[in-house]
């Protein structure tokens, strides 16, 4: 089974400062993906940056990387420069091998202050 | 970019009716697309796997005969919440993977069973 918790239930931050979002993850798939998902008040979700298992470098993606420490099963989202259309839930996401469905986990509202 | 369009956005139905939510994806095939509920302020919850020209997978605990799920061809997954009773206002929400790593994700639809 798969598992993905997010401790951090909201977070404030300071418009243009960075921001890290944690995700850790529980699986015994010896291959796997994270994903990370914005999800703004409309509904809609909006894919930011994923990470394979066997990924040597970290991702990035503009303002977005993914901190990936694989011996601790972490997988955080860092933001940086953050503005303030930011704010909204996101949510981290896995797909183990053989397997396509995504595990969430409960997700992170963040809120950017001006 | 891989599209995926759902409608309706929002509905209102009485209780007792029946509701069909469908997602169509525009610019690539989709042989498997996912159905998630997500309640406010919650994560969204796997309900189904729709595979085109077969029986839908439901996650334990969904009902397969109160969310009825279609998927006759490689572009049209359809979800039909049959004689909605108040407690199936959620936000209902489809996704379909469009590359080897990419869910693309509807817009979602708001279900309210008055």
């Known amino acids: 089974a798969q598992k993905i918790t997010q401790t951090q239930p909201g977070m404030f931050v300071q418009e243009k400062e960075a921001v890290t979002l944690d995700c850790t993850y529980d699986?015994?798939?010896?291959?796997?993906?994270l994903f990370w998902y914005k999800q703004p008040s409309s509904g809609e979700m909006i894919f930011l940056i994923y990470?394979?298992?066997?990924?040597?470098q970290n991702a990035t993606e503009g303002r977005y990387s993914l901190n990936f420490q694989k011996a601790r099963k972490s997988a955080n989202l860092v933001i940086s420069a953050s503005q303030l259309g930011d704010s909204a839930m996101y949510f981290c996401?896995?797909?183990?091998?053989?397997?396509?469905?995504?595990?969430f986990g409960t997700g992170t509202r963040l809120t950017i202050i001006p | 970019g891989a599209v995926v369009s759902q409608h309706p956005s929002r509905v209102i139905c009485k209780s007792g009716t029946s509701v069909k939510i469908e997602c169509r994806s525009l610019d690539f095939q989709a042989t498997t697309m996912f159905w998630y509920r997500q309640f406010p302020k919650q994560s969204l919850m796997l309900m189904a796997t729709?595979?085109?020209?077969?029986?839908?997978?439901?996650e334990q605990g969904v009902e397969k005969d109160k969310f009825l799920i279609n998927h006759a061809s490689l572009t049209l997954s359809t979800l039909t919440v049959t004689s909605a009773h108040p407690e199936d206002s959620s936000f209902y929400i489809c996704?379909?993977?469009?590359?080897?790593?990419?869910?693309?994700f509807g817009s979602g639809t708001r279900l309210t069973v008055v």
């Open positions: 996704s379909a993977r469009a590359s080897s790593y990419g869910y693309t």
């Open positions: 996401a896995m797909r183990g091998v053989g397997n396509e469905k995504l595990t």
């Open positions: 699986t015994s798939d010896p291959s796997y993906g």
């Open positions: 729709s595979n085109e020209g077969s029986k839908a997978t439901y």
């Open positions: 990470q394979g298992s066997y990924d040597q």
